[in-house]
């Protein structure tokens, strides 16, 4: 290569510039590398912290949303069992209201049917005493003019022979 | 009560004084003599009940009546020993025991026989010798005419009752039909 050929043309420029350069170097190498250096770990050591934190951070939110997850999963067990219990409390209730209707149904169906016999009892009493009134007052103003003195004469013989049979079997 | 047991009382002691039975009759009339006399004249016991009229006078119009009424001895002695005593307000009961009791000794039965008609003799005679043979006691017969009866009799001897007329057969008929059942 042609730029090859001159170095004999620029032999000391290479070496000044070699000398220059590593001159230059152990400068950069004492004085500017260090804090370049430092900064830079530090740099590093403060990303790897973030990095640790936001690992650790991460894990932490991982760990929240798992609680959270958990504490909602039993939320929504709860909440299950809240809606069941509501459920079967609702169903209790209603069996037991239904028993009670049922119950108080039957006893207004028994006082009703209780009072309809009572009714009918007093009724039928009423019309007994009332044909028996009706009867015995028949029958009396019919022997009150029916009965003649040779009948009432008749009927006197039978009742002493009545009640002499009476006494006899007293006596016995 | 006390009513009772002072007539009881009474009655007997009386019974007990007469020895004779065939007196009893007359000692019984005397005193239901009394006793109507007292129901007729309300002033008669007014008379005795006064405490502020004196024994004496109270004695002397029980023999004055006693007199009236012919009563013997013993009937003299009792009233005025009830006049004493303040009990001859009870003489009504004492008459009624003392029928009893002398029944008792006579052995004897008072038998009250209701009917609508006045009973004949000789149905009055064939109750008294049946309840005579039944009861083997001599018989009383006392009638009355109750027109309730409708027809029949009824007849009563002390606590005994036997109902045979038409009143008491309507009635148990009236009791039949009351407690006829309805199906």
């Given amino acids: ?172 | 009560m006390l009513r009772n047991a002072i007539g009881k009382r009474y009655a007997d002691a009386l019974s007990k004084s007469i020895t004779d039975a065939r007196n009893l009759d007359g000692v019984l009339w005397s005193l239901q003599s009394f006793c109507s006399a007292f129901e007729a004249q309300p002033d008669l016991v007014r008379f005795f009940a006064h405490p502020g009229i004196p024994q004496e006078n109270k004695a002397q119009m029980v023999q004055t009546l006693c007199d009236q009424l012919k009563a013997g001895d013993a009937v003299r002695s009792m009233i005025l020993l009830l006049t004493e005593r303040k009990k001859i307000l009870f003489l009504r009961s004492i008459a009624n025991y003392f029928e009893k009791v002398s029944d008792e000794r006579l052995n004897q039965v008072r038998v009250t026989v209701s009917a609508t008609r006045e009973l004949a003799n000789d149905q009055v005679n064939h109750l008294r010798d049946a309840l005579g043979r039944i009861l083997n006691k001599k018989i009383i017969i006392e009638t009355r005419v109750d027109n309730t009866l409708i027809g029949g009799v009824t007849l009563q001897v002390g606590d005994t009752v036997a109902d045979a007329s038409i009143r008491n057969r309507l009635s148990i008929l009236k009791q039949a039909i009351e407690k006829e059942e309805v199906v």
Avoid: C
Avoid at chain 1, 8 to 35: E, H, M, Q, R, T
Avoid at chain 1, 64 to 69: C, D
Avoid at chain 1, 164 to 170: G, N, Y
């Fill in chain 1, 1 to 172: 290569m042609p730029q090859f050929e001159q170095v004999g043309v620029f032999s000391s420029l290479i070496f000044w510039s070699l000398v220059s350069f590593a001159i230059l170097f152990v400068l950069l190498k004492k004085y500017a590398f260090p804090p370049i250096l430092e900064a830079l770990e530090e740099r590093e050591s403060k990303i790897r912290n973030d990095i640790s934190s936001a690992e650790q951070l991460r894990a932490e939110g991982q760990k929240i949303k798992a609680e959270l997850e958990a504490e909602l999963k039993k939320a929504h067990e709860k909440a299950n069992t809240i809606v069941q219990l509501a459920h079967d409390e609702a169903k209790k209730n209603q069996d037991k209201l239904l028993q009670e209707t049922q119950a108080k149904i039957k006893q207004m169906q028994q006082e009703a049917e209780y009072e309809i016999q009572s009714s009918r009892n007093k009724l039928f009493n009423d019309i007994r005493n009332y044909a028996a009134e009706l009867t015995v007052a028949s029958v009396e103003k019919f022997l009150r003019k029916r009965l003649d003195d040779q009948t009432s004469q008749e009927l006197i013989n039978e009742s002493i022979d009545e009640v002499i049979r009476s006494m006899e079997q007293s006596a016995n």
